[in-house]
């Protein structure tokens, strides 16, 4: 048993709020990278995948990067199967999705 079907109930709305964020082949900065290498730092972070400038950095101060990263095709979740990659998303420092999209504002300041 690995666990990572496992979920917690941060909300409703996208099928990743609460469920492990799948180890995924990212392109950052024209480098490719796996995802939990960019959890490595123990810290929270903001993926944007998209429009650069959707996320607020000043709001998220020095404690939570924000990533600019690509990823092609749809995501495959244990025990969920494929969903569509979010704008953005807000992974905690465990490797779990706390928030997705416009969702996080209101939590993103909580990690001030």
């Known amino acids: 048993m690995t ?3 496992v979920r917690y109930d941060l909300g409703n709305g996208h099928p990743l709020i609460g469920a492990r964020m799948p180890d ?3 392109v950052v900065a024209d480098r490719s990278v796996r995802m939990f290498e960019l959890l490595r730092d123990a810290r929270p972070i903001v993926i944007t995948f998209g429009e650069p400038g959707g996320v607020d950095q000043a709001r998220l101060g020095e404690r939570v990067p924000v990533i600019a990263a690509t990823c092609d095709g749809k995501w495959e979740l244990p025990a969920i199967g494929f969903v569509d990659p979010p704008t953005a998303l807000f992974v905690r420092p465990d490797g779990y999705v706390a928030a997705v999209d416009g969702s996080f504002q209101e939590l993103l300041t909580q990690w001030r």
Request: charged fraction near 15%; glycine fraction near 34%.
């Open 3 to 5: 666990g990572l079907g």
């Open 24 to 26: 995924l082949d990212l």
